[in-house]
T-cell receptor, first 113, second 113 residues
Framework: NAGVTQTPKFQVLKTGQSMTLQCAQDMNHNSMYWYRQDPGMGLRLIYYSASEGTTDKGEVPNGYNVSRLNKREFSLRLESAAPSQTSVYFC????????????FGPGTRLLVL | EDQVTQSPEALRLQEGESSSLNCSYTVSGLRGLFWYRQDPGKGPEFLFTLYSAGEEKEKERLKATLTKKESFLHITAPKPEDSATYLCAVQGYTTDSWGKLQFGAGTQVVVTP
């Protein structure tokens, strides 16, 4: 039981390049989340998926797109990377929406030059 | 809008020196308050969920308490392995809060031998 896995662990992009961050969970959770973490700002929600087939914007969605491929997988895409998107990205999952903790992956460190 | 403020930003303790971390929150009806521990280069690790004022939970040297406006994480006789960043998050009852956690910026704790 691996929990939440993320790939890649680290990535360097040039401004304007695109990439997709992958996330998968093996806990049969319904809800999945993408956050970014920047120094002094805590975790900020980018997008979330309450269940397979649905996605919703979080606090900072601009410049990102997501796909809930199936119940296990939730990907985050940067179409045209900008230096402001340099951050650590975390994926999380949760059994449902109500009063249940989120379980986090190990993170992807992204540097945009 | 849900808001979470953690204090202090950083805390340096001697081994055995007990202390408390504060998490002040503003939310339209509290569904749950969550405490996480985050080690450098890792994803947040769940510690506790508190649901109502007066509730307390303990795990080893950590004890979390909850009032209507704030939560405290008490660290009793800390050891160097308790060094980490401690994150607080809330989920509210409003439609805008549904399924989403609002995180504080965290308190970085360093425990020296």
């Amino acid at each position: 039981n691996a929990g939440v896995t993320q790939t890649p662990k680290f990535q360097v992009l040039k401004t304007g390049q695109s990439m997709t961050l992958q996330c998968a969970q093996d806990m049969n959770h319904n809800s999945m989340y993408w956050y970014r973490q920047d120094p002094g700002m805590g975790l900020r929600l980018i997008y979330y998926s309450a269940s397979e087939g649905t996605t919703d914007k979080g606090e900072v969605p601009n410049g990102y797109n997501v796909s809930r491929l199936n119940k296990r997988e939730f990907s985050l895409r940067l179409e045209s990377a900008a230096p402001s998107q340099t951050s650590v990205y975390f994926c999380a999952s949760r059994p449902g929406l109500v009063q249940e903790t989120q379980y986090f992956g190990p993170g992807t460190r992204l540097l945009v030059l | 809008e849900d808001q979470v403020t953690q204090s202090p930003e950083a805390l340096r303790l001697q081994e055995g020196e007990s202390s408390s971390l504060n998490c002040s929150y503003t939310v339209s009806g509290l569904r749950g308050l969550f405490w996480y521990r985050q080690d450098p280069g890792k994803g947040p690790e769940f510690l506790f969920t508190l649901y109502s004022a007066g509730e307390e939970k303990e795990k080893e040297r950590l004890k979390a308490t909850l009032t209507k406006k704030e939560s405290f994480l008490h660290i009793t006789a800390p050891k160097p392995e308790d060094s980490a960043t401690y994150l607080c998050a809330v989920q509210g009852y409003t439609t805008d809060s549904w399924g989403k956690l609002q995180f504080g910026a965290g308190t970085q704790v360093v425990v020296t031998p």
